[in-house]
Nanobody, 118 residues
Framework: QVQLVESGGGLVLAGGSLRLSCKASGRSFSSYGMGWFRQVPGKGRELVSAISRSGVSTYSADSVKGRFTISRDNAKNTVYLQMNSLKAEDTAVYYC???????????WGQGTQVTVSS
């Protein structure tokens, strides 16, 4: 089994920054790509950023491109999401997940709330 634990969420003013962390345990972390998702009430989960196993390749949704940066430290079994220039519309619960061999994502963490006040 694998467990993912997110942290780093909170309340921030528009234009501010936060760094989310997702620590994994229970499996070979470096064997998996990782993704950060977010969800607001009444909507499905949106893929925000993703990173390959080595960290060389990354993806960011258009809505966060240039503001959010995903990175990972395989020695610490941790993936990060640096969020700058935050906007009110970034308010959501943020989740991390493993990119499974089947192509989907799984082993979701419990989520961390990010609230951006304007």
């Amino acid at each position: 089994q694998v467990q993912l634990v997110e942290s780093g969420g909170g309340l921030v003013l528009a234009g501010g920054s936060l760094r989310l962390s997702c620590k994994a345990s229970g499996r070979s972390f470096s064997s998996y790509g990782m993704g950060w998702f977010r969800q607001v009430p009444g909507k499905g989960r949106e893929l925000v950023s993703a990173i390959s196993r080595s960290g060389v390749s990354t993806y960011s949704a258009d809505s966060v491109k240039g503001r959010f940066t995903i990175s990972r430290d395989n020695a610490k079994n941790t993936v990060y999401l640096q969020m700058n220039s935050l906007k009110a519309e970034d308010t959501a619960v943020y989740y991390c997940a493993l990119n499974l061999a089947t192509g989907g994502y799984g082993y979701w963490g419990q989520g961390t709330q990010v609230t951006v006040s304007s």
